[in-house]
């Protein structure tokens, strides 16, 4: 009789996770508890625009198509990509930088800025793709229980690359703020600051310019609609409007969920849903981590987001957009050292409608404007107004246009609701940030070490945050479910 796995969420973790399972033979029920599955990758589609909720980059596109060719697929076959040209535009105060689809369009860029920083570029581009090519094929392969897993002959002679930082070695090389900044914006993806997030991260920029920045037609969840028709084709079964209310356990062992008030029996459990709520579904005594250590961790940043939709084309913008028109230290000071909401925040904004014409009505712009902040903030709808219209004065100064009349109607979602849509912890947007004390063996465990046959995923866990990451997660915690049945 064949093994029965219940999953709690419905990400690209526990998606990812859901599909490796299945195509093992394994009986794989997925329980979420919204409407649609995604979870922080959902959609809004209001008078018809189409929002992506949560994440709007695609970067590594070779980490997705690996996922589906692990299942003869390729994804291709589920959705068109099309390489954003240029990736995106950088607003500074007093001017713009572009980064275009390629590194000699790039270097030409930034030696416009700064002369003769192209051939340090290369050298660094060089070595982010060293880094690159070891973290995808080896360092983020593994399920991080033990520290060993770090030593290869690979890292071992580039060990100082984990003691150095970003910002050490962007500012080594680079004297321009404005550079500066653009080279330290990709690991912001990564959830720390860049003065404490190691040098061999620097894979997130050849992520960013030797791969290129994409976008799948028609939203990024056209990939979970891809994941979702993939696991059902394998046979998944996934439960929509279904609330885990506890992991039940006896003598030591999951012995299933309890869904909606419904007991489901289960050989294994696996959580792709918040590891600190899903922690909370145990009994006291069978949790791993308590709440000084949750508290004790560094959390990425949450965020405000507003989905707006505008009546008409906007002017000197692109499909993403960075507005670093503000001091980039001192907001990320208000994030992570003095958590407090941002003085002059930076904040990014994506018009996927200037290259996607499907997400927007004729002649409308789709606009998703993000601003990081701190988790734990209060969230309250005066503060999401205020700053709203402090954002949007900036972007009208900035891009030289008046919009604010234009807007035909704006949804926000912040930190209030991270926590009721997600349970996510202090209501963060990304997770535990990969600082050098919580990368690989250092993250919270895929395995539970209390709970014999439960078992974790997503972004707090291994690799990380990130879409990429939690693809992979979904595969090393369903390879380590495997190696567990068999």
């Known amino acids: ?48 625009f189409t929002f992506d909720i949560g994440p709007s980059w695609y970067w590594m596109p070779d980490i997705f198509e690996k996922f589906f060719n692990d299942f ?4 291709s076959d589920y959705y068109q990509l099309d390489k954003l040209s240029p990736a995106y535009k950088i607003f500074f105060s007093d001017e713009v930088i572009t980064i275009g689809d390629h590194m000699d369009q790039i270097c030409d860029e930034f030696e416009r800025i700064e002369e003769g920083s192209s051939k340090p570029l290369r050298k660094f581009i060089s070595q982010a793709q060293d880094h690159y090519n070891i973290a995808i094929n080896k360092v983020v392969l593994k399920p991080g229980l033990s520290p060993f897993e770090l030593v290869t002959k690979e890292t071992v002679t580039r060990v ?11 500012r080594k090389n680079f004297k321009n703020p404005k550079l500066i900044s653009t080279l330290e914006f990709p690991v912001l ?30 939203g990024m969840y056209e990939i979970i609609k ?17 609330n885990v209310e506890k992991i039940n356990v006896e003598n030591g062992r999951t012995t299933g969920l309890v869904v909606d008030g419904e007991n489901i029996v289960s050989d294994i459990v696996l959580s792709g849903a918040d590891y600190h709520h899903s922690e909370t579904l145990l009994d006291q005594k069978y949790r791993q981590y308590s709440e000084n250590y949750w508290a004790k961790r560094t959390f990425a940043p949450s965020s405000l987001l507003f989905y707006v939709g505008f009546d008409k084309k906007l002017t000197g913008v692109e499909h993403h957009n960075l507005f670093f028109d503000t001091d980039f230290e001192n907001h990320a000071e208000e994030i992570y050292d003095e958590p407090k909401w941002p003085e002059n925040p930076l904040f990014y904004v994506n018009f996927p409608s200037v290259t996607d014409y499907s997400m927007a009505p004729e002649d409308c712009e789709t606009g998703f404007f993000l601003i990081p902040i701190a988790p734990g903030l209060e969230d309250t709808p005066q503060l999401r107004e205020q700053y709203f ?32 849509e997600y349970n996510s912890y202090k209501g963060n947007a990304y997770g535990m940030a990969n600082t050098l004390r919580q990368t690989a063996f250092l993250r919270p465990n895929l395995k539970s070490k209390r709970v014999e046959n439960l078992y974790f995923t997503g972004q707090l866990t291994v690799p990380g945050p990130g879409v990429p990451p939690s ?7 369903a390879d380590l479910i495997k190696k567990k049945l068999n």
Request: with cysteine.
């Open 189 to 218: 993806f990564l959830g720390a600051k860049p003065n404490q997030t190691p040098s061999f991260y620097s894979f997130m920029n050849f992520a960013d310019f030797g791969l290129g920045t994409w976008h799948p037609r028609g």
């Open 389 to 420: 219209d402090i954002i949007i004065n900036r972007f009208e100064n900035i891009t030289n246009q008046k919009v604010t009349d234009n807007v035909l109607f704006k949804e926000s979602f912040c930190v209030n609701d991270f926590i009721s």
């Open 160 to 170: 100082d690359r984990f003691f150095k930082t970003i910002s050490s070695e962007v």
């Open 72 to 75: 003869g697929k390729k994804t």
């Open 471 to 477: 693809l992979i997660s979904g595969k090393l915690v």
């Open 226 to 242: 891809a994941m979702k028709s993939l696991a059902e084709s394998l046979g998944v079964k996934i439960n929509t409007n279904r």
């Open 1 to 48: 009789m064949s093994k029965t796995i219940s999953i709690i969420g419905s990400g690209f973790s526990a998606l990812s996770a859901s599909c490796y399972l299945a195509k093992a033979g394994y009986d794989v029920l997925v329980y979420e508890k919204n409407a649609t599955v995604g979870g922080r990758a959902r959609q809004l589609i209001k008078d018809g």
